[in-house]
């Protein structure tokens, strides 16, 4: 069974940091992408930043610019680095990772249980 775990979620000041890291296990022979989406009550869940294999990203607008993802492929994790954090960016934060494992050749998503952030003084 493939299983994502995240930490480094709490609770932070606006305009302070957090790192968050997801790292993966289990029967994986390639990964293709990790991402981080989050969900605050009462609203869908939005992808918040994306990087694939060969290392090419993706951020969504509200957070480009304060938030870098990176990975460490060979301990299977992706990490979150959010810099100025605003109160709006209060939500679950939850790791997804699109991979293929051994002997499959197609590519499932598996989704981590969350971490909440909090930005408030």
């Known amino acids: 069974q493939v299983q994502l775990v995240e930490s480094g979620g709490g609770l932070v000041q606006p305009g302070g940091s957090l790192r968050l890291s997801c790292a993966a296990s289990?029967?994986?022979?390639?990964?293709?992408?990790m991402a981080w989406y989050r969900q605050a009550p009462g609203k869908q869940r939005e992808l918040v930043a994306a990087?694939?294999?060969?290392?090419?990203?993706n951020y969504a607008d509200s957070v480009k610019g304060r938030f870098t993802i990176s990975r460490d492929s060979a301990k299977n994790t992706v990490y979150l680095q959010m810099n100025s954090l605003k109160p709006e960016d209060t939500a679950v934060y939850y790791c997804?990772?699109?991979?293929?494992?051994?002997?499959?050749?197609?590519?499932?998503?598996?989704w981590g249980q969350g971490t909440q952030v909090t930005v408030s003084s």
């Open positions: 997804k990772m699109a991979a293929q494992l051994m002997g499959v050749l197609y590519d499932v998503d598996y």
């Open positions: 289990g029967r994986i022979f390639s990964i293709t992408a």
């Open positions: 990087i694939t294999s060969v290392g090419s990203t």
